[in-house]
């Protein structure tokens, strides 16, 4: 039997390798002749690199400019492409992630990508022809703007001014400089990762959906709000192309400055990693596949990685079991997705925080459990 074993990552417990190498324990305790594959799979949010990384890439480490201007260590990933040229693998989550700052209303106007723009520029630097941007887990709502600063990009205010970085100097721009942006960007292929549809900004867009997770409160929301509003109108005038579009709207608008100025496309995050990872070809020499993350919910259904690879491997008709932290969503609902069986570790944990504690130990016997009565 040939199993393989794609996990997406048990946040706040265990990596995506590491989930993949527990359920891998258990299914070779209950098949132990099986040739059991781990591939940690990723939809293009945080465990994109880590995914990337599994399957070939090289990892880099960079010292850039975080969130909030202190220095962060970031990881990055980069291949050479058959054809000539590479791709590199960039998560924005690394330079200008969440994780890097406290969520307050006075960072959710400071936060910025340039950072992110700093390993850009590595990475063109290193050869990179395209580029593919994991976009999840951003502190910023800059529509981008710090990371093109980086590149060279000079917003101007009324006095002629370089603004301040940040979401919240984004409304007192009225000009681009242009002079000093990077030539090269024109000669690199950017993929965006994204998997929400919602616009720039708008009651629906960056800053009133994803900007009280960062830290906004009502006025800091309105007014990174009026300034993704501002922004893109100055880019439709120094560009002529209307960013407002869905998808723009994730990491506080970060496509918004590369569909501006660079050949850049935005792609549903699972099917953008599973091309770059291989992991449809490891898909058509399997007989089962067994998944899973961290919660298994109504938010699981909508495209997110492990019910993508369910449905991809359902088209195929191979069976797929599922071990979940937590499941909470319907046998039924499972099924439709070509889910055979399932298993979620607070079956097994003596209660949440042991299964959190634990998670590794509980994750190989939740997969004995549901591979022995599948």
Not at 160 to 186: E, F, H
Not at 366 to 374: D, K, M, N, R, S
Request: net charge negative.
């Amino acid at each position: 039997m040939r199993i393989l074993i794609a996990p997406d990552k048990f946040k706040g417990s265990l990596t995506a390798a590491e989930a993949a190498a527990a359920i891998a324990e258990g299914a070779l305790r209950v098949y132990p002749d099986a040739v059991a594959t781990q591939f940690p799979i990723a939809d293009g949010g945080e465990g994109t690199l880590e995914a990337a990384v599994a399957a070939g890439y090289e990892e880099r480490l960079n010292a850039v400019v975080g969130p909030i201007l202190a220095p962060v260590g970031a990881a990055w990933a980069i291949r050479p492409n058959a054809g000539g040229g590479a791709t590199a693998v960039i998560e924005t989550a690394q330079a200008s992630g969440l994780a890097e700052m406290e969520p307050t209303p006075a960072n959710a106007l400071r936060a910025h990508s340039y950072g992110c723009g700093q390993l850009i520029a590595a990475a063109i630097d290193a050869g990179a022809t395209e580029i593919v941007l994991g976009v999840g887990g951003s502190a910023m709502t800059d529509g981008g703007s710090g990371a093109l600063r980086a590149l060279g990009l000079k917003p101007l205010d009324a006095a002629g001014n370089v603004v301040p970085l940040g979401g919240g100097s984004l409304a007192d721009i009225v000009a681009l400089d242009t002079s000093g942006l990077d030539p090269r960007l024109a000669g690199v292929a950017f993929r965006i990762a994204v998997d929400v549809q919602n616009p720039l900004y708008g009651l629906t867009g960056a800053a009133h959906v994803f900007g009280p997770q960062k830290g906004a409160d009502v006025d800091a929301t309105e007014l990174l709000d009026a300034g993704l509003r501002n922004y893109a109108s100055v880019l439709r005038e120094s560009t002529g192309r209307d960013v407002n579009v869905p998808g723009a709207g994730a990491a506080g608008g970060f496509p918004a400055s590369f569909l501006a100025f660079t050949n850049a496309t935005l792609e549903g995050g699972f099917a953008l990693v599973a091309g770059l990872t291989g992991l449809a070809g490891q898909l058509e020499n399997a007989d089962l596949v067994i998944t899973g993350e961290g919660s298994m919910d109504s938010q699981s259904l909508t495209g997110k990685a492990p019910i993508a690879l369910a449905d991809a491997a359902q088209g195929l008709g191979i069976p797929v079991i599922v071990v979940a932290g937590r499941i909470l969503v319907s046998p039924e609902e499972l099924a439709g997705h070509g889910v055979v069986a399932a298993a979620q570790l607070l079956d097994v944990a003596a209660g949440p925080d042991d299964a959190v504690a634990n998670a590794a130990k509980y994750l190989t016997w939740a997969t004995t459990q549901v591979l022995e009565g599948a």
